[in-house]
């Protein structure tokens, strides 16, 4: 951590009041501060101030307040909106993967028989094929990374 003992208890004075610290650097700190005065001023003034930012109170204007209720409440609208057209995405997924397993052979030898047909040599058919299951997966990811941005330019607003 810090090797300075009075950096570190100043570190975790600040970390306890805020987030917590674990039970080993809180014994240490007990004990550092059983030993130094300037630290123990230093949890004083810092406690001081913490109350005092708790018991300050700020004046809202009404209108900021009604928008902010109205943008929470929009907000959540659409990301309940969001959810609720989730399942479908995955519905016609599974009815994808479904379609796709079910008419591979078909597929396959539908180009097979194209390929063959055409003189193309069997790894251009084949990649042919490869490309053809590939396509629909590109497109959904694309869709969705295209919809995840504009929610993302949403919360940026």
Not at 33 to 60: F, G, K, N, W
Not at 116 to 131: I, N, R, T
Request: aromatic share 8%; proline share 4%; net charge positive.
């Amino acid at each position: 951590m810090n090797e300075n003992p009075h950096g570190r208890a100043r570190d975790l004075i600040g970390r306890e009041r805020v987030d917590g610290i674990s039970t080993a650097d809180h014994e240490w700190l007990n004990g550092h501060l059983e030993t130094c005065p300037e630290c123990v001023r230093l949890a004083e003034a810092t406690d001081h101030a913490l109350q005092s930012l708790r018991a300050l109170s700020v004046a809202i204007p009404p209108a900021l307040a009604n928008r902010t209720q109205l943008r929470v409440y929009l907000r959540a609208q659409d990301l309940q909106k969001r959810r609720r057209g989730g399942w479908m995405v995955w519905a016609a997924c599974g009815v994808s993967w479904a379609a796709g397993i079910a008419s591979a052979p078909y597929v396959w030898r539908a180009f097979e028989w194209m390929g063959h047909l055409s003189g193309l040599p069997s790894l251009v058919w084949k990649m042919g094929f490869a490309l053809w299951w590939a396509a629909p997966a590109l497109l959904a990811a694309g869709a969705l990374l295209i919809d995840r941005s504009d929610g993302e330019r949403y919360r940026t607003r």
